[in-house]
Nanobody, 127 residues
Framework: QVHLVESGGGLVQPGGSLKLSCVFS????????MAWFRQFSGKERELVAT????????AYAASAGSRFTISRDNARNTMYLQMNSLRPEDTAVYYC????????????????????WGQGTQVTVSS
């Protein structure tokens, strides 16, 4: 059974940076496409960034723009989200998600596309 554990969230001032990590276990990480989602209070989860099995293809929400970078290390079974120039509106619970992907170059954008989720990590951007 796949298990995902996020870490790296916390309180940061506007303009600051955080790096989130998601450790994958219970399956074959390299067979999974991965993504980061976030959820604002009272809202549905929204995509932040997504990455293919091989890490070559990525895509970002417009709100992430060039501020965020998704990456993965298949040797360490870990995915990352580097977040720079954080804004108060980035405050949310951030979740990692995984799904088996038949193609190495595919990525997925919808929450419904993912079958495995972490417990989430809180990111708060405030002065």
């Amino acid at each position: 059974q796949v298990h995902l554990v996020e870490s790296g969230g916390g309180l940061v001032q506007p303009g600051g940076s955080l790096k989130l990590s998601c450790v994958f276990s219970g399956g074959t990480f390299s067979r999974n496409a991965m993504a980061w989602f976030r959820q604002f209070s009272g809202k549905e989860r929204e995509l932040v960034a997504t990455i293919s099995r091989d890490g070559v293809r990525t895509a970002y929400a417009a709100s992430a723009g060039s501020r965020f970078t998704i990456s993965r290390d298949n040797a360490r079974n870990t995915m990352y989200l580097q977040m720079n120039s954080l804004r108060p509106e980035d405050t949310a619970v951030y979740y990692c998600a995984a799904r088996i992907s038949a193609l190495t170059s595919s990525f997925f954008r919808g929450a419904i596309d993912f079958e495995n989720w972490g417990q989430g990590t809180q990111v708060t951007v405030s002065s």
